[in-house]
Nanobody, 121 residues
Framework: QVQLVESGGGLVQSGGSLELSCAAS????????MSWYRQAPGKQRELVAS???????NYADSIKDRFIVSREDAKKTVYLQMNRLKAEDTAVYYC???????????????WGQGTQVTVSY
């Protein structure tokens, strides 16, 4: 079955860097908009960054100029390079795909399992 597998989370010091990746499994022909969301304890989920199939990006103001979202369609993977991390970046990060065409069907609204990012002081 199609799923989004995230990796790259962990513990990092404030000011450090971390790269998250999210790879789509299965026989996939095309992928729509790929996004990263995050949710900190006691807070609502927020959109961090997104990237379209043509490479257009969008970033939340809170991480603008610190994070970079990219995609590598040959690997069916989206990345989030996080730089100059702050304690307030601590959250569970989720990847999301709005549309995905597989060998069987067109799928919508797919989520990764989430990966914990913890930034220490």
């Amino acid at each position: 079955q199609v799923q989004l597998v995230e990796s790259g989370g962990g513990l990092v010091q404030s000011g450090g860097s971390l790269e998250l990746s999210c790879a789509a499994s299965g026989i996939i022909y095309s992928v729509g908009v790929m996004s990263w969301y995050r949710q900190a304890p006691g807070k609502q989920r927020e959109l961090v960054a997104s990237i379209t199939s043509s490479g257009s990006t969008n970033y939340a103001d809170s991480i603008k100029d610190r994070f970079i979202v990219s995609r590598e369609d040959a690997k069916k993977t989206v990345y989030l390079q996080m730089n100059r991390l702050k304690a307030e970046d601590t959250a569970v990060y989720y990847c999301h795909v709005d549309r995905m065409a597989t060998n069987r069907e067109l799928l919508y609204d797919l989520w990764g399992q989430g990966t914990q990012v913890t930034v220490s002081y």
